[in-house]
């Protein structure tokens, strides 16, 4: 039986602005990262600033992509 290749969420080493968090984000769902990016400051602005809180805690827990480094 062939083994099935499983996805991960890692931040991008490669595109990455601030912490690597939506260019990862980009990278697990195969869409370009100024999308991801822009709907993280939509997300932000609408719900008054916790875009920003919820970004903080995914630099902390999401690994950096071995591959990258």
């Excluded at 595109?15 to 984000?25: H, P, S």
Aim: aromatic content about 8%; glycine content about 12%; proline content about 4%.
């Amino acid at each position: 039986m062939p083994q099935e290749k499983t996805k991960k969420l890692y931040r991008s080493g490669r595109d990455r602005m601030l912490g690597g968090v939506c260019g990862g984000i980009a990278e697990y769902f195969n869409v370009d990262a100024t999308l991801v990016r822009l709907l993280w400051v939509l997300l932000t602005l609408g719900s008054i600033g916790a875009g920003i809180l919820v970004y903080l805690i995914a630099w902390i827990i999401i690994p950096e992509n071995p591959k990258d480094k």
